[in-house]
């Protein structure tokens, strides 16, 4: 039997892919609304071997679309 590669001490290894629960929980909405956003094609998914996953820079993507600016100083 192969010994399994193990990373690094102290090694940060980024998630390049997000199950629909990490993506819910990043985002801080219900699953129910991150379907739907995918559903309305607001948001990119990817489908690996059946799996469905979400990457980290699309949602940062859809984040950084509703930016709003509030307050006296919003206009510049």
């Known amino acids: 039997m192969a010994k399994k590669k193990q990373s690094p001490p102290g090694a940060v290894i980024h998630k390049v892919a997000l199950s629909y629960d990490e993506a819910a929980w990043a985002l ?6 991150l379907y739907r956003l995918v ?3 607001r948001l990119q998914s990817v489908k690996l ?3 469905t996953v979400l990457r ?3 949602l940062e993507k859809l984040v950084d679309s509703h930016v709003t600016l509030r307050g006296k ?3 510049g």
């Open 39 to 41: 559903s309305e094609g």
């Open 73 to 75: 100083d919003a206009t």
């Open 56 to 58: 980290p820079a699309d």
């Open 28 to 33: 801080s909405i219900s699953k129910a609304k």
């Open 49 to 51: 071997d059946g799996n």
